[in-house]
């Protein structure tokens, strides 16, 4: 019950806690949409020195909603303090593109960003901590992160691709009038930028192969750009990325890794070799979760359309990788 909270707390550490994800993102990692209604939580939020002042607000204005789980909250421009002993990792802290730009335009300025990062998480962070990387271009961030901390397994280090599953679930679930629940099946493949490919080959609706019953035409031409240029469409809209879906998406993404998932979701992981995309890199497969484990579905049959779609996202990763090879010696 709600006043007998006997579980340790555990530690989160966020960074870029004052910006616009983070702002949507800790309330709700404290009232326990995280990790449980049970399980009590330290906040451990970093930001950059000049805005260590909004994040004394954020921490303020989190002291005033009473959160029951919400054991203690560390505010800190220092990554070693911020990381120290964390069991979860949201590296949502960086740039976020302008209109007209693409997410890899980034790469530059935040890509350093997760050099120091993963150091800080490898000299402090908990040896079994999950990361989730949100800081665009996220797959290639992640894997410069994940190549500084040495002593913390590859397999802890993912990026976000949920927000673009989540989208492709509303899209199909409004061209096929049904809900999002009914939908089973769905994953996107790749990078998370407009190569992604959200593939509809496995996918169920009410438990029947939805594909067969669409138009080609309309899975090629309308549904893939809708769901890769989504984010550029919010950016147009609002002026600015978004940020509540982000955030519902990191929490979704992290909830399911750590308390596990019954239908498949996606996520950027290190690849294993499955279905060739090369070893090391950092790519959304279909994956299901259980007992703090994620597992790359295997065995799918993969199309000469969908082999296609892949080889086009895994040669964009691999593009980007080469384009930090300096920062990944
Ligand atoms: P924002 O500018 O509102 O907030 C970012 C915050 O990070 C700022 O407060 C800034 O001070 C802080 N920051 C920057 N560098 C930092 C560092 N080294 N350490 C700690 N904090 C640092 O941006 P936002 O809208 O919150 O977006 C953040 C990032 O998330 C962007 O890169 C954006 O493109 C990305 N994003 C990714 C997805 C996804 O699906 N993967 C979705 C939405 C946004
Ligand atoms: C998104 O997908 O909304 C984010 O990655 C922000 C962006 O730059 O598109």
Request: aromatic share 6%; net charge positive.
């Amino acid at each position: 019950s709600h006043h007998h909270h006997h579980k340790a707390p555990v530690r989160v550490a966020v960074t870029g806690a004052a910006g616009n994800i983070g702002y949507a993102l800790v309330f709700r990692i404290a009232s326990g949409e995280l990790l449980g209604k049970d399980q009590p939580v330290i906040l451990q939020l970093i930001e950059l020195p000049h805005a260590q002042n909004a994040l004394k607000g954020v921490a303020m204005e989190l002291n005033d909603c009473a959160f029951p789980l919400l054991r203690d909250i560390v505010t800190t421009d220092s990554q070693s303090v911020g990381f120290k002993n964390a069991d979860y990792a949201l590296l949502v802290g960086s740039k976020p593109r302008g209109k007209g730009q693409e997410r890899a335009d980034l790469i530059k300025d935040n890509g350093k960003i997760f050099v120091d990062t993963g150091k800080a998480i490898n000299d402090n962070a908990s040896r079994d901590c999950k990361v989730l990387v949100v800081g665009n271009p996220a797959n290639t961030n992640c894997l410069i992160a994940a190549h500084y901390a040495k002593d913390i397994p590859k397999e802890n280090f993912t990026a976000m691709t949920r927000l673009d599953h989540d989208r492709a679930l509303y899209q199909l679930a409004s061209k096929t009038g049904s809900q999002v629940t009914d939908i089973k099946k769905l994953c996107i493949w790749g990078n998370h930028s407009p190569t992604m490919y959200p593939d509809l080959t496995n996918t169920t609706v009410h438990n029947k192969l939805i594909a067969p019953t669409l138009d080609h035409a309309w899975i090629d031409t309308f549904f893939n750009p809708k769901v890769g240029k989504r984010g550029a469409e919010i950016i147009d809209a609002r002026g600015s990325s978004s940020a509540a879906s982000a955030a519902n998406a990191a929490i979704n993404h992290v909830r399911d890794w750590a308390l596990g998932s019954e239908d498949w979701i996606s996520m950027g992981v290190p690849s294993d070799g499955s279905y060739n995309v090369p070893k090391g890199l950092i790519f959304s497969f279909p994956v299901t979760t259980k007992n703090g484990k994620y597992s790359i579905v295997q065995g799918l049959k993969i199309s000469e359309y969908s082999q296609k779609k892949i080889d086009i996202t895994t040669k964009e990763l691999l593009e980007e990788r080469a384009c930090v090879e300096n920062l990944l010696k």
